[in-house]
């Protein structure tokens, strides 16, 4: 288990160290290596089932240190796939946002208290002729 999770994480960092304009790159802390241990465990799977599976090399265990070259290539490949599809998730919800950025919503939890705007006044009928 712990293996596994070390070569996940070496796997990830490596990949996402690789990948020109990787799409995780803004993250930081816990939540970057764990990205990185979780892009790394499904490259490692991918990994096996194209070599160890698919063309019959590599090593038999999935989680092996063994298969750290099969394990990268397959990471290398999940990390290239995610970055595209966050991309074009991105895209393609970028119009969407556009057609509100006029309106302004309240924050989070607020209602809008913002009172509409008074009616106009009605025309003034004229009134007598000043004295003078």
């Not at 999935?62 to 991309?87: H, K, M, N, P, Q």
């Amino acid at each position: 288990m712990v293996g596994a999770l070390l070569l996940g994480f070496v796997c990830g960092v490596l990949a996402r160290i690789i990948v020109p304009r990787d799409a995780f790159r803004g993250m930081s802390g816990p939540v970057s290596w764990a990205v990185s241990v979780g892009l790394g465990l499904v490259g490692a799977v991918v990994g096996y089932v194209i070599f160890t599976l698919g063309l019959g090399i590599g090593d038999t265990d999935i989680f092996d240190w063994g298969g750290l070259l099969s394990a990268l290539i397959g990471t290398i490949i999940v990390v290239g796939l995610a970055g595209y599809f966050l991309r074009r998730r991105q895209a393609h919800a970028a119009p969407s946002t556009a057609r509100h950025a006029a309106q302004p919503s309240p924050p989070a939890g607020q209602a809008n208290t913002q009172a509409p705007p008074p009616p106009p006044a009605p025309p003034q009928a004229p009134g007598p002729p000043p004295a003078g």
